[in-house]
């Protein structure tokens, strides 16, 4: 993440009324930095042209704390308070989905009400989570429909975003994942 990135992403959080949206939107542009990541869906032959942009797809490239402001400071406080009650900031001053792949998950109206994150590599600590969701209570969380726009037909559901995103790749746009 560049710093004019950084100092736009800490003007969104400190005004966005929903942080998710705007921490969704920096992976979103982190992705197009990573070709690992981007090699990832290479490897599970997803291809298809549009299926990043479709789902929405970012990558959590640990950055996010460096990006803020010191923790000591009022709006540094402020902020990853925000992030923590938001579910992507850890009590240990981590981004809860840091190395990860990162899918938002709207509610049928479009609201961002969930995120999904699948970690990347093969050299993780033992025990460590490969899906991820945001942390805690989230009071929406039971309205999240992933793929929400394919529920007009016949839908198959899968256990994963990223096992709905196999099947869009592969030309089944009614597809989702069971909550």
């Not at 042209?49 to 996010?64: I, T």
């Not at 709207?106 to 025990?127: C, D, F, I, M, P």
Request: net charge positive; aromatic share 8%; with cysteine.
């Amino acid at each position: 993440m560049t710093t004019v990135r950084a100092c736009e992403l800490f003007a969104q959080l400190d005004s966005d009324p929903d942080p998710l949206e705007a921490v969704c939107r920096a992976y979103r542009n982190c992705l197009k930095d990573h070709p690992k990541a981007i090699e990832f869906f290479r490897r599970r032959g997803l291809t298809r042209e549009g299926l990043l942009e479709h789902f929405e797809v970012g990558y959590a490239d640990r950055k996010l704390a460096r990006s803020l402001p010191p923790p000591q400071s009022k709006s540094g406080k402020r902020i990853r308070q925000r992030l923590a009650e938001a579910g992507i900031y850890r009590p240990s001053g981590h981004g809860h989905f840091n190395g990860c792949l990162v899918f938002p998950i709207r509610s049928a109206e479009g609201q961002l009400v969930e995120v999904y994150g699948r970690k990347l590599g093969r050299n993780l600590t033992r025990g460590t989570e490969l899906h991820l969701y945001l942390i805690g209570e989230q009071p929406l969380r039971e309205q999240a429909v992933f793929n929400g726009r394919a529920l007009a037909d016949p839908v198959v559901l899968t256990d994963s975003p990223l096992n709905a995103v196999s099947f869009w790749s592969a030309g089944i746009e009614s597809v989702t994942r069971l909550p």
